[in-house]
């Protein structure tokens, strides 16, 4: 399954439509958007609720609440798994990172941090070599 | 509560939105408040004057604030319907915001 705010952080960078409750609309490119929906979107067309008034605009921050629904290119759907999978590894390399840096700064209790099999005071060991 | 949408999960399922539109599409994901994932979706437009209008739409995240009703379509059902001879009344908004 996919999450709704997931597939929407996966379709940044990508252009679309968001209609507002007010019937407003707006056409642009997703540069960043958040838990709560809030979005922020680059070189917006905004289409008044009758269609028949445009005005350009660089820069529009929408807040979440404010939105309807969104119209997303249809290759983001596939996309979106991928980018899920990326997230999670790098989360993991960043926990496995931080783990090891705890153990590094003095964290060590009970043996040498890596090659816990080597004698201690031998030859071997990770210590007393640099 | 919202595990209950677990059941439309991949299905095909029709919308009926605050505004009163119907949309249809596969349900491809879904959240805690209701925001829904349609992949190739689209709208049905009813009117009195001509037959029901099927615009295409795509890939549409609605969120949970604009979503009244969702049922499961029948496909097999819906295959045979002949669309440009049913004529329906436009449902008009369900609420005002």
């Not at chain 1, 609440?65 to 979106?80: A, F, G, W």
């Not at chain 1, 840096?101 to 210590?127: H, S």
């Not at chain 2, 349609?38 to 609605?62: F, K, M, N, W």
Request: with cysteine; hydrophobic share 35%.
């Amino acid at each position: 399954m996919v999450l709704p705010l997931s597939l929407l952080r996966t379709a940044q960078n990508h252009p679309m439509l968001v209609e507002l409750k007010n019937g407003e609309t707006y056409n642009g490119h997703l540069v960043s958007c958040d838990s709560w929906m809030n979005i922020h979107l680059r070189d917006a067309i905004c289409t008044s609720r009758d269609g028949d008034r445009f005005q350009k605009m660089p820069e529009v921050y929408v807040r979440g609440s404010t939105i309807k629904y969104l119209r997303i290119p249809d290759e983001v759907v596939e996309m979106v798994k991928d980018e899920v999978k990326e997230v999670r590894r790098q989360q993991k390399d960043n926990t496995r990172a931080k783990k090891n840096f705890q153990r590094g700064a003095g964290g060590n209790v009970g043996g040498p941090p890596r090659g816990g099999g080597a004698p201690r005071g031998g030859r071997g060991g990770q210590r007393g070599r640099k | 509560m919202t595990q209950a949408l677990d059941t439309f999960m991949n299905k095909v399922i029709s919308v009926i939105t605050g505004d009163g539109r119907n949309i249809v599409g596969m349900m491809k994901g879904f959240d805690q408040t209701v925001n829904l994932i349609l992949e190739d979706s689209h709208e049905r437009v009813y009117s009195t004057q001509a037959g029901i209008e099927q615009v295409p739409l795509g890939l549409y995240i609605i969120r949970g604030d604009n979503v009244a009703l969702i049922g499961e379509l029948d496909e097999d059902i819906d295959k045979r319907l002949d669309f440009a001879n049913i004529k329906a009344e436009p449902l008009g908004p369900i609420w005002v915001l």
